[in-house]
């Protein structure tokens, strides 16, 4: 009986240390996404999934974030290896300015995703027809850690606003807005993000609600102008959301999936090669991913430098840096 006592335990301890050694060789990674009512945390559970599935000894997990700005200071911290960001906002953390002032983040492009679309939102009745009318009014800028109110503080200026003398602002995510508009809380509000964004469409399937959309897309010009070849503009066309009539004229920005430079070669390789290999698979999260193309990889769209890793596998994709 001792004898078998001693086999069994050795037995345990056996697998005890196997599995400490398997336990030891799994790494675990976060994503920052953002708001549970916009584009990049679904697509950031579908990410998730996927580099889950595909790389071994990977465990990936999605995290609700203010969005960009977010992202970037947990990818600056060491608390997220991976996050959703608009290129405004990553260029900002790359040099340390205005929101990371003082604190740059060594921010790297791991793969263009896809361009964001601002959404300037009202409904009927709040005599909104055009952006000087959101003069007065009650406006929503986006939640204080996303790079939709980076934006929207950009497009408000290049429309000849002020931003916290010419209307009442409040900091609200995107399904928050929908909620206060509909309460009749706010008369407006700011949201950048991919099409349809469901909260939006929410909105516009609301009964006894209007929604109409502000056009704003001769505003990237001078946008450009004081913060660089950024912005274009772009249209949303009638019929993206419920109820909406006419195409809305915008602006845009494209969206880049980020890491911090210290992230391991094969590591980002394998990430850029999964989202690209597995893109069926995040196309059934949100139509999006279907922008996420090995042609959209050019420096034009993400002035914030590759990280080399993912210059790797595009390159063996023929893509030229």
Avoid: C
Avoid at 104 to 121: E, F, K, S
Avoid at 176 to 191: L, M, P, Q, T
Avoid at 227 to 249: D, E, F, M, R, W
């Amino acid at each position: 009986m001792k004898r078998g006592l001693k086999i069994a335990l050795g037995a345990v301890a056996t697998v005890a240390v196997l599995f400490g050694a398997a336990q030891a060789q799994q790494k675990t990674i976060a994503i920052g996404t953002g708001g549970t009512g916009g584009v990049y945390y679904p697509l950031g559970g579908g990410l998730a999934n996927i580099l889950t599935k595909a790389i071994p000894g990977l465990q990936a997990t999605a995290e609700v974030t203010g969005g960009s700005v977010d992202n970037l200071k947990l990818i600056g911290a060491g608390r997220s290896e991976l996050g959703f960001s608009m290129v405004d906002a990553a260029l900002d953390a790359e040099k340390g300015q205005d929101k990371f002032k003082g604190a740059p983040v060594p921010v790297r492009t791991l793969m263009v995703l896809y361009p964001n679309q601002m959404h300037v939102v009202t409904i009927e009745g709040t005599g909104i027809e055009k952006m000087a009318d959101l003069k007065g009014k009650r406006v929503s800028t986006g939640s204080g850690g996303s790079a939709t109110e980076v934006m929207a503080f950009r497009v408000i200026e290049a429309a000849g606003l002020d931003k916290d003398k010419d209307m009442k602002r409040e900091r609200l995510g995107v399904a928050e807005s929908v909620n206060a508009i509909k309460d009749r809380k706010i008369d407006a509000f700011f949201w950048v993000g991919g099409l349809p964004t469901a909260a939006v469409t929410d909105l516009g399937a609301t009964p006894g609600v209007k929604i109409k959309l502000i056009d704003h897309g001769d505003l990237a010009k001078p946008m450009n102008e004081k913060y660089g070849n950024l912005y274009a503009s772009s249209t949303i066309k009638a019929g993206t959301y419920p109820g909406q009539t006419a195409n809305n004229v915008n602006t845009v920005v494209w969206n880049i999936l980020v890491s911090n430079a210290n992230m391991p070669d094969q590591m980002a390789y394998d990430i850029v090669k999964t989202v690209i290999d597995k893109k069926a698979d995040l196309v059934a999260v949100h139509g999006e991913a279907k922008n996420f193309e090995v042609a959209n990889q050019v420096k034009d769209y993400s002035p914030i430098p590759w990280h080399p890793g993912a210059i790797k596998y595009f390159t063996e994709k023929g893509v030229k840096f």
